[in-house]
């Protein structure tokens, strides 16, 4: 079993920046991926990011690309979303998921996800 926290949500400005981070625990060595995802009003569920942690290779979704970054702290067992220029379109409760699958490892398909965390609230105002 993997365990995921988030933190780091909050309220901001539009253009501005939030960090947000997700603690693994348990069986962090299992895992292989871990995206973010968020729910907006409008969007729903969406795919925001991932890193394949065997190797540190990133993948964003097009709406974010050149905006977040994502990072991994292996010390930690913790990864972090450093999110800039943020428009209010970027508001909502944003997850980390983790995957051990050992193909497919940062894929934007949710169901590939076994493990999630409880999410954490981002604001956006205009």
């Known amino acids: 079993q993997v365990q995921l926290a988030e933190s780091g949500g909050g309220s901001v400005q539009a253009g501005g920046s939030l960090r947000l981070s997700c603690q693994l625990s348990?069986?962090?060595?299992?895992?292989?991926?871990i995206s973010w995802f968020r729910h907006t009003p409008t969007r729903q569920r969406e795919w925001v990011a991932c890193?394949?942690?065997?190797?540190?290779?990133?993948y964003y979704a097009d709406s974010v690309k050149g905006r977040f970054t994502m990072s991994q702290d292996n010390a930690k067992n913790t990864v972090h979303l450093q999110m800039s220029s943020l428009t209010p379109e970027d508001a909502g409760t944003y997850y980390c998921?983790?995957?051990?699958?050992?193909?497919?490892?940062?894929?934007?398909?949710?169901?590939?996800?076994?493990?999630w965390g409880q999410g954490t609230q981002v604001t956006v105002a205009s």
């Open positions: 890193i394949f942690t065997p190797d540190g290779s990133k």
């Open positions: 348990g069986r962090t060595r299992s895992v292989n991926g």
């Open positions: 998921a983790a995957t051990t699958r050992t193909s497919g490892s940062c894929g934007e398909w949710a169901p590939g996800y076994a493990y």
